[in-house]
């Protein structure tokens, strides 16, 4: 079946560091890709998504390119800061029987950003 | 809009007693999905619907559990009788699923349960 494969954490950066967390999924047709971010007691929100091999999504100076021929969606950003210490969670859609509505999510990788 | 919108946001109950879990979806999304989040094992799918109708409970832990959702508005997890592995953040989701571009699913805040 469909399913993610997210980076081991805790990452731990320093403030203003580069990041990538990366994510590969495995999958039937083509699904929707998606990063949420958790921050300490909340829900998780949608941070970026990309609908399409080759698409770009983009948000809060976070990047991440939809990759079909290597399967892969990884998480990206110049520059980070204090604020950006969460857990992030890579998804697909389930289209393997159709539009089901479901997400299929990674694990989830904690960073922890050091000023 | 709102929002998703769970209560009681935090619940701590005794081993044994009922506990009933309830999620307000985003108005006009068509799918509901409950989760759980535990260290141990992370985010889980519990239970989904479409337009008020279970599609998918696979991830339903045992008998205890059961889910509704009586209107398209409204939507509860009970857990009956409650045991302490069941302490954990529950998460209600919601999604409008019909156009392929708009699978994002939006999470309410979770309610955090504690079973002594």
């Known amino acids: 079946g469909d399913s993610v494969t997210q980076m081991e954490g805790p990452v731990t950066l320093s403030e203003e560091a580069f990041l990538t967390i990366n994510c590969t999924y495995t999958?039937?047709?083509?699904?929707?890709l998606f990063w949420y971010v958790q921050y300490p007691g909340e829900g998780l929100q949608l941070l970026l998504k990309a609908t399409k091999a080759d698409d770009k999504g983009s948000n809060k100076g976070f990047e991440a390119t939809y990759r079909k021929e290597t399967t892969s969606f990884h998480l990206e950003k110049g520059s980070v800061q204090v604020s950006d210490s969460a857990v992030y969670f890579c998804?697909?859609?389930?289209?393997?029987?159709?539009?089901?509505?479901?997400?299929?999510f990674g694990q989830g990788t904690t960073l922890q950003v050091k000023p | 809009d709102a929002g998703v919108i769970q209560s009681p946001r935090h619940e701590v109950t005794e081993m044994g007693q009922e506990v009933t879990l309830r999620c307000k979806p985003i108005?006009?999304?068509?799918?509901l999905f409950w989760y759980r989040q535990t260290m141990m094992r992370g985010l889980e799918l519990l239970i989904y619907f479409n337009n008020n109708v279970p599609i998918d409970d696979s991830g339903m832990p045992e008998d205890r559990f059961s889910a509704k959702m009586p209107n398209a508005s409204f939507s509860t997890l009970k857990i009956q009788p409650s045991e302490p592995r069941d302490s954990a953040v529950y998460f209600c989701?919601?999604?409008?699923?019909?156009?392929?571009?708009?699978?994002?699913?939006?999470f309410g805040p979770g309610t955090r349960l504690l079973v002594l």
């Open positions: 998804a697909l859609s389930d289209r393997g029987s159709g539009n089901t509505g479901k997400l299929i």
């Open positions: 989701a919601s999604s409008y699923g019909t156009e392929r571009v708009e699978e994002t699913q939006y």
């Open positions: 108005s006009g999304h068509d799918y």
């Open positions: 999958a039937t047709g083509y699904p929707s």
